[in-house]
């Protein structure tokens, strides 16, 4: 009787213990602090020094809360229009047959991203890379048949062959010599100048995207492309964690998916910074000869609004504009210092 007694008396007792738990529990949480969401503040960030002026047109439109996506666009079309930014848009030097081709790509918040190639004549091919985003169900065209998608949506055909870029040309043809500079774009009035603008911003409600645009490699092959218009090498958003770019020899970020690579480090927990930098190493330890005579880096945005970059080489800088700072211009981190 004693045994059976307190086997009842137990599952009383824990049947109430229970009870005052559940609503100890039910009163701990109603009499805890509700945390208040931290606002995500509007900022935008580029690659080089031309990103200063670019990010002055992206922050126009944050600051007023406009969306992300329109921002980039609008952003990285200043050096597209630049005639003296030998390395983006009008202006950019040609390939080795003399023709200006361009590269750009775009993502947004959803996911949605849409990149246009090897595009001749057309100033602003960022807006055509998100003309092929929101109007067909394609991801990238090249070529002929971007330009003619292009020309059929209303953009207007120009020569994009400047009178400068064609003298560099002639020039270079005496020799018909390619051989990467380290950090070219960073020398006013060199004439091999040749790099990208990758751009990445959040908007007031918090949501990222993404830019980059190029007019390649100087004197480049026909037809070759590099890793700017390809989504997660030249780009990549992940509205969930961040979005990162690259800049420098887009073969070598193609070969390691460079900016998917750096979002998933972040997603693991990395900073930007530090994911930068293991994009980077990943390149170095695969090709520690070739990384010596190259320039790559990554620069990356996470969630929280904080960002960071990494460079194989010393000399490359990123441009940041936010409501303190404006016109900032950051010297990236690198391997080789």
Same mark, same amino acid.
């Given at each position: 009787?004693?045994?059976?007694?307190?086997?009842?008396?137990?599952?009383?007792?824990?049947?109430?213990?229970?009870?005052?738990?559940?609503?100890?529990?039910?009163?701990?949480?109603?009499?805890?602090?509700?945390?208040?969401?931290?606002?995500?503040?509007?900022?935008?960030?580029?690659?080089?020094?031309?990103?200063?002026?670019?990010?002055?047109?992206?922050?126009?439109?944050?600051?007023?809360?406009?969306?992300?996506?329109?921002?980039?666009?609008?952003?990285?079309?200043?050096?597209?229009?630049?005639?003296?930014?030998?390395?983006?848009?009008?202006?950019?030097?040609?390939?080795?047959?003399?023709?200006?081709?361009?590269?750009?790509?775009?993502?947004?918040?959803?996911?949605?991203?849409?990149?246009?190639?090897?595009?001749?004549?057309?100033?602003?091919?960022?807006?055509?890379?998100?003309?092929?985003?929101?109007?067909?169900?394609?991801?990238?065209?090249?070529?002929?048949?971007?330009?003619?998608?292009?020309?059929?949506?209303?953009?207007?055909?120009?020569?994009?062959?400047?009178?400068?870029?064609?003298?560099?040309?002639?020039?270079?043809?005496?020799?018909?010599?390619?051989?990467?500079?380290?950090?070219?774009?960073?020398?006013?009035?060199?004439?091999?100048?040749?790099?990208?603008?990758?751009?990445?911003?959040?908007?007031?409600?918090?949501?990222?995207?993404?830019?980059?645009?190029?007019?390649?490699?100087?004197?480049?092959?026909?037809?070759?492309?590099?890793?700017?218009?390809?989504?997660?090498?030249?780009?990549?958003?992940?509205?969930?964690?961040?979005?990162?770019?690259?800049?420098?020899?887009?073969?070598?970020?193609?070969?390691?998916?460079?900016?998917?690579?750096?979002?998933?480090?972040?997603?693991?927990?990395?900073?930007?910074?530090?994911?930068?930098?293991?994009?980077?190493?990943?390149?170095? @330890? =695969?090709?520690?000869?070739? /990384?010596?005579? %190259? $320039?790559? +880096? *990554?620069?990356?945005?996470? @969630? =929280?609004?904080?960002?960071? /970059?990494?460079? %194989? $080489?010393? +000399? *490359?800088?990123?441009?940041?504009?936010?409501?303190?700072?404006?016109?900032?211009?950051?010297?990236?981190?690198?391997?080789?210092?």
């Amino acid at each position: 009787m004693k045994k059976g007694f307190n086997r009842r008396f137990f599952l009383k007792a824990s049947a109430l213990t229970a009870a005052f738990v559940a609503i100890d529990k039910t009163k701990a949480v109603a009499m805890l602090p509700v945390k208040a969401a931290v606002p995500i503040k509007p900022i935008v960030i580029s690659t080089w020094d031309f990103g200063v002026a670019a990010n002055k047109a992206a922050w126009k439109v944050l600051s007023k809360g406009g969306r992300a996506l329109d921002a980039v666009e609008i952003g990285v079309q200043v050096p597209e229009a630049d005639a003296n930014n030998h390395s983006v848009g009008y202006g950019g030097f040609p390939d080795r047959d003399g023709k200006v081709t361009l590269d750009a790509c775009i993502m947004d918040d959803f996911g949605n991203c849409g990149s246009v190639a090897a595009l001749e004549y057309i100033k602003h091919p960022i807006a055509v890379a998100r003309m092929v985003m929101e109007k067909t169900p394609h991801v990238l065209l090249v070529g002929d048949g971007a330009l003619q998608f292009a020309l059929e949506n209303g953009f207007k055909k120009e020569n994009l062959l400047t009178k400068e870029s064609e003298r560099a040309w002639k020039e270079w043809l005496k020799t018909a010599k390619y051989a990467p500079v380290i950090n070219i774009e960073n020398m006013p009035g060199n004439q091999y100048n040749h790099d990208t603008i990758g751009m990445l911003a959040i908007d007031a409600k918090g949501n990222i995207s993404g830019a980059c645009t190029t007019s390649g490699m100087a004197f480049k092959l026909h037809g070759r492309v590099g890793d700017s218009p390809i989504i997660g090498a030249g780009l990549y958003i992940d509205n969930e964690i961040g979005g990162a770019t690259s800049t420098g020899v887009g073969e070598e970020v193609i070969r390691n998916v460079g900016s998917f690579l750096v979002v998933e480090l972040m997603r693991q927990g990395y900073s930007p910074e530090d994911a930068c930098k293991e994009a980077v190493m990943r390149i170095i @330890k =695969k090709k520690p000869a070739v /990384a010596k005579e %190259i $320039q790559v +880096g *990554f620069l990356a945005l996470n @969630k =929280k609004g904080e960002y960071g /970059a990494y460079a %194989i $080489q010393k +000399g *490359f800088s990123y441009a940041v504009c936010n409501e303190s700072k404006s016109d900032l211009l950051v010297p990236g981190k690198s391997y080789y210092h």
